[in-house]
Every structure is written in structure tokens, then in C-alpha cells.
């Protein structure tokens, strides 16, 4: 598909935690590749792909800054959320304490990012719970608590793995219609 074709163009943020994995699901979804080793201090800082909605019959260049290892300084400026239409909010389904973080980059998001932001909740490394009994043993959250949250907060909400791929697509999918929604309704 060339370059040209599109007809949109949304900036997404990434935030969450210092490695739950935002610039493995970055990666992921632009380029299809999973790195098990990335050097941390190679943070990704851009990316970009087009996602076709063939029942909209609209092509979307969606554009994703990835926080680039400032996270771990809590220094995330406001040019960073400037102009940004989408977030995803990652937390690491192994990790309580980045769940509860999520809660306070969800507040950084908020007072910083436009107020009309659509920001999807992504519980990443979904692959570590998948190993039978073992991987019941990593979840650090329910999908049951985690989707209560998203839903008391308005937040869209995904488990996935940037490993896999699985649901990777589909965060920024059903976050790519929200905004389209609510473009049309004139929000
Ligand atoms: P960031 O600091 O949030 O950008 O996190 P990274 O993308 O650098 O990932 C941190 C570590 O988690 C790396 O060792 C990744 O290979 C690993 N990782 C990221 N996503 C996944 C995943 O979905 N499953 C598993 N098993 N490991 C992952």
C-alpha cells in the first residue's frame, strides 16, 4: 500500500511502567517482530503503520511515540501528549505494581492529553499466563478487576502479548474506531 493512500492520520502515545513492554508492542505492530532481548537503553522513540478498516472503507495512518526510556525519570513532557488522539495505558499482567502505576499514569495522561483522549487499558505478557498451571500462578491481576477499572474510568480494555502478537492489532483497532466514532458524532 502506498504511502499516499491514506485519509487520516492519529498520533498514539504509549505509557506504563518501565518494562512492561511499550516499545516491544511499538515493534510488534509496526515492523511484526518481538526482540526478547531489546537494549533498554534503545528506546524506540517512533513508529508508524496504516490500518485499513475495509467496512469504513477508510485507510488510517496511525502514529505512535513510545516514551523512549523517560518513564523510569518521570519526565514525560507535555509535548509528548500534544496532539495525541489515542493512548494505550500498559501494564504487565505479572506485575501488580505496574497495574496500580497505571492508575497514576492514567492522572499524568488526564492533566496532560486532550480531555476528549482515547485511551486503551493493554495488559501485556498475556503469553506468561498461558503455560497451564505455572502461568496461573503469574497473573497479578483478574481480568475481572482489570476490566471493572477500565469500565469505571471509560477506558477500553485488552489483555494481549507483544510476543505473540495476540490482540496487538485489535488494541489499536478498536482505539483507531473509537476516534472515528467519535469524530463523526463531533466530539
Ligand atoms: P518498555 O520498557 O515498557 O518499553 O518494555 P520493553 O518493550 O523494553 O520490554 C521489557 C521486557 O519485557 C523485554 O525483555 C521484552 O522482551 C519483554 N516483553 C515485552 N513484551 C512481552 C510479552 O508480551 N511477553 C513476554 N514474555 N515478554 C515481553
Request: net charge negative; glycine share 8%.
Amino acid at each position: 500500500m502506498s504511502d499516499l493512500t491514506w485519509q487520516f492520520i492519529i498520533k498514539f502515545i504509549i505509557v506504563g511502567d518501565a518494562g512492561v513492554g511499550k516499545s516491544s508492542i511499538l515493534i510488534r505492530f509496526t515492523d511484526s517482530r518481538f526482540l526478547a532481548n531489546p537494549d533498554p537503553t534503545l528506546g524506540v522513540e517512533f513508529g508508524s503503520k496504516l490500518v485499513h478498516l475495509a467496512d469504513e472503507d477508510k485507510t488510517i495512518k496511525v502514529q505512535i511515540w513510545d516514551t523512549a526510556g523517560a518513564e523510569q525519570f518521570r519526565s514525560i513532557t507535555r509535548s509528548y501528549y500534544r496532539g495525541a488522539a489515542g493512548a494505550l495505558l500498559v501494564y504487565d499482567a505479572t506485575s501488580r505494581t505496574s497495574f496500580n502505576n497505571a492508575k497514576s499514569w492514567l492522572q499524568d495522561v488526564r492533566e496532560h492529553a486532550d480531555p476528549n483522549l482515547t485511551c486503551i487499558l493493554v495488559a501485556n505478557k498475556l503469553d506468561l499466563l498461558q503455560e497451564g498451571e505455572e502461568g496461573d500462578r503469574r497473573r497479578a491481576v483478574t481480568k475481572e478487576e482489570a476490566a471493572a477499572w477500565a469500565n469505571e474510568e471509560g477506558l477500553l480494555f485488552l489483555e494481549g502479548s507483544a510476543k505473540t502478537g495476540e490482540n496487538i492489532e485489535e488494541a489499536f483497532e478498536s482505539a483507531v474506531r473509537d476516534i472515528l466514532d467519535k469524530i463523526k458524532r463531533g466530539v
